[in-house]
């Protein structure tokens, strides 16, 4: 019955076997689904509408096949749109069905510029100036390093971007570089689950059982063999027998019998039956012999450590199935949701727009301004520093690089740090231009003062560049501005609800450093303001005490004057209905002759010569300092003043009056 039961048993493992086995062979199903994307009408861009890539759950996965360096980018779907509306372009999108739909877009017609006249009449030369204008083609325009894109990535020939997750309202683009048409061959693939819980646990199963089989089988091969040895038939019924006297018997018989009793072998050299016949066949095992008698049986032991060997396959298989199975071969037990934990709510106005940049796009985008300013710094190329500055910053650049030029012992201008980007305050719209606010630090350099800086993007083809860009005060405490993700809203300069329009903050501040005391608005800056423009009073008095000791205050005089620059004001709000106000202003000061016979002399004012070419001036010399201030202005009806942020001082020009 043994053997029935291991035979059952050996059965039941390989059927166990062989089906986990299947699971993870034959019947396992495809990692992935994939959908081609049909091109029929090239051109230089692809949109892949983010519902493309939501068309299935899980992860997506962009693998685009081509010839040559494959650009790919993503963002917000309408940010896509406009900088593709003078462009050629195949834009994917999926219909109600689920089919993918590929709409060929045309860029539309320039504006026709002719007069109405019959271009005939203008001869052969009009036709000739026609056909040359027709002739040209209009480049095409390069998407590789846009600061629009939330993100980019490149590849030759094949380019595979995996476990993307684009949000709604975004999409992607695909292309060369924006002349060449792009790439036809477009796959996207999502995951599918085809993980096999069962094929472990059947394996082990089947190992488990197989064990058992092994061990019936040879529990039954042991009782066989236990079962082994003579099977003689005995004789049959003996006449009952009764002790015979010996002294009774003739002394013949009497001598025979003790003769005979005289001859018998020793007792214990071959067993006998009941009837004294000896069984000459058997074999008995004597445990209190010594080993080496031939009467003793040596295989119990011998078929023990057989049956212990045939027991270490079996566990060694179950090893090796069991270690073989990967994490989706078994049950993930204890795997339940996550409890979500509490988080603040923030309420989103209604309407709201989405931020210019996100968290990751501004650090990106700094970080690459930063590197071209430093590069345009050391090779002096102001048109390279213009790819990223603008304004009040380029103008101090310009003046920089100019007397650089010949002042070449002055030392390089300090980076943009961007090792810890510690606020990003994006505006929220959906127009151009967008405009962002940053403060950024050293972490490994504390003699870098933090600088607070906005940037502007003037169109969708355009990138970021900096326009006020100044060093905040240790002193200086920042107000509480709105979540990156969220962004807020830029103030009109004539605003009313604050303690000052930003329009006229600049020409306020102006007043207190020109009238100090006296001025109306001197109460309404916080001391860090009034310390500055103390400073900027100090530096004139200084100005003016240097020509009385020169012996120049009777032949010369000098004139001050703050206003503020063409620039306009740029104002983001603040959480507590204020507003962070970026303002310009330029202090002109002017040397000049009391009389025609006197001339004024640089001296040893070094900048001076170098920006002139000349050490004299008739008529005096103008000198412009150009100051980037930061303001925190507070709402209108707050007891609070307006508190200085960050400030940067530069010199814009040194001209001689004629």
Known sequence: MRFVWAVVAFVLAAVLIGAGIAQRTIFMGPSSQKTQVQIDEPAPFVLLDGDVLRTNPGAQTLIVRGDGEIFGSYGRTADMEAWLADSDYNHVTVDDDGTLDVEPVSAPDAPDETDGDDPAADGDDATTDEGDATAEEPAGRDPRGSDLWLDSFMDEDHLISDNMQLPEGTSLLIAYDGTENAPDDIVVSWPLDNTTPWAGPLMVAGGIVLLIGLILYVLGIRHQRRGRGPRR???????????????????????????????DPPTGDAPSDTSGTEIEDAEIVDENKDPDAKTSMRAAPTVRRRHRMLVLPVLGLTAILAAGCSADSWPQLGEGSPSPSPSPTVIAPENQKPPAVTEAQAKRILKTVSETVVEADTALDIDLAATRLDGPALAARTTE??????????????????DDVEVVLPEATDRWPRTVLMLTKSDGDDTVPPVLLTMTQADPWSNYKISNMAEMSADAVFPQVAAT?????????????????????????????????????????????????KSITDSRQAVVQTLSDKGAAETSKAAFDMAPTTAEPISMTTLDSGAIVAVSLTDTEAVTPTSSDVVIRFGENAQAKALTDATESAKGVETTYEFQLFFSVPAQGSTEQIRLLAVRQDLVSVKVIK
Do not use: H
């Open 233 to 263: 038939k005995g004789p049959g019924p003996l006449p009952a027998t009764e002790p015979i006297d010996v002294a009774v018997l003739p002394p013949a018989e009497r001598a025979a019998i003790e003769a005979s009793e005289s001859t």
């Open 401 to 418: 690089y100019a007397l650089r030029t010949k002042l070449t012992d002055m030392a390089l201008p300090a980076a943009i740090p961007t």
């Open 485 to 533: 993700w969220l962004g807020t809203s830029l103030v009109p300069s004539d605003s009313a609800f604050l303690t000052i329009p930003p329009a006229e903050l600049a020409t306020a501040f102006a007043d207190v450093v020109d009238a100090g005391e006296k001025s109306e608005f001197y109460g309404q800056f916080d001391d860090l303001a009034l310390n500055l423009a």
